[in-house]
């Protein structure tokens, strides 16, 4: 039996998706009145209800620093992809490689999984294909991969942006597992400093 509390949590994880309905409803008909406020609130209404989603667990945590971090470094991101990719599309003699990768996280958040391939899908170049929601794997496409240094690269890019995204929004469940698992380029560092010695 459900106590009042997860009656409550329920209902109010159901908000988001209704209040997203309706600025979608007032977008499609292009013009703020208050009849287009109250018919998209019972169109979304009766979409949350007849067609009821499995609700999206909220950290309830946001990370000023984390977030910021997350942000800048996506925007340099996409924009280093997009040089590269225009570069791509414009090179002589163009010999490309493409990949699909099997990219594996370490959180098992819907919405931290959701992020992350959000996140990467707009970094140009590279495109989600399928997600394991089970096993909380992207399988991604990804432009001009050769040789499996690039591979492991790339693999690392992506778990270092769902990282970022965990430090920045992230329970503090998954902060703390996080926290268990060395940043995948410092884990390289440690494995090169050993095979060296």
């Not at 414009?90 to 594996?104: F, G, H, Q």
């Amino acid at each position: 039996m459900t106590t009042r509390r997860e009656r409550f949590e329920a209902v109010g994880n159901q908000v988001p998706p209704l209040i997203a309905l309706i600025v979608l409803w007032m977008l499609l008909w292009g013009e703020f009145s208050w009849l287009n406020l109250l018919v998209g609130f019972l169109v979304g209404l009766v979409v949350t209800v007849v067609f009821y989603l499995v609700p999206v667990q909220l950290s309830g945590r946001v990370h000023p620093l984390h977030t910021v971090v997350f942000l800048v470094r996506l925007i340099a991101d996409i924009v280093r992809a997009s040089v590269e990719v225009a570069w791509l599309a414009v090179k002589p003699r163009l010999v490309t490689s493409n990949a699909i990768l099997e990219i594996r996280l370490r959180t098992r958040s819907d919405l931290i999984l959701t992020w992350t391939a959000v996140a990467t899908s707009i970094v140009p170049g590279s495109i989600v294909v399928d997600i394991d929601r089970e096993s909380s794997i992207l399988y991604l496409h990804v432009l001009n991969m050769r040789s499996a240094g690039e591979i492991e690269s790339f693999r690392r890019e992506v778990q270092n942006t769902e990282r970022r995204i965990v430090r920045g929004f992230g329970s503090r469940e998954d902060v703390e597992q996080m926290r268990e698992v060395l940043p995948a380029n410092r884990r390289v560092r440690r494995s090169q400093g050993k095979g060296t010695s």
